[in-house]
């Protein structure tokens, strides 16, 4: 059982946006064909996804090309990207992109 929990939306949306900024990564993602995989929710050891500051994306069906086109499209947008297809911490669940504003 983890000790994490997620953060109630209604506190969310008075928390430097954080509803709306894992809903702005996720439009993004999702207009550039990533499946976003996780928000908020989910067993993560850092605040970023709990405050909803981060999301992460699935890399399964990409291209490196295609991959490497969208981290430099993300950071190009001000948009933090950690490349975890490699492997992660002890919470990491498979390879995907985790981004972060």
Same mark, same amino acid.
């Given at each position: ?5 997620? !953060?109630?939306? /209604? &506190?969310?949306? %008075? #928390? $430097?946006?954080? @509803? ?7 439009? *993004? @993602? =999702?207009?550039? %064909? *990533? $499946?976003?995989?996780?928000? =908020? %929710? ?5 605040? #970023?996804?709990?405050?909803? +500051?981060? !999301? /992460?994306?699935?890399?399964? %069906? +990409?291209?490196? #090309?295609?991959?490497?086109? *969208?981290?430099? /499209?993300?950071? #190009?947008?001000?948009?933090?990207? !950690? /490349? ?11 390879? +995907? &992109? $985790? &981004?972060?504003?």
């Amino acid at each position: 059982m983890s000790n994490i929990e997620t !953060i109630p939306t /209604d &506190l969310l949306n %008075g #928390a $430097h946006g954080g @509803a709306q900024t894992w809903r702005q990564l996720s439009q *993004f @993602a =999702t207009q550039r %064909g *990533f $499946h976003v995989t996780s928000t =908020t %929710g989910g067993h993560h050891l850092g605040w #970023a996804h709990r405050a909803g +500051h981060a !999301i /992460d994306v699935r890399t399964r %069906g +990409h291209s490196s #090309a295609e991959i490497n086109s *969208f981290m430099r /499209d993300a950071r #190009a947008h001000g948009i933090t990207v !950690i /490349d975890e297809r490699r492997g992660g911490n002890s919470a990491w669940s498979g390879p +995907h &992109l $985790h &981004l972060q504003k």
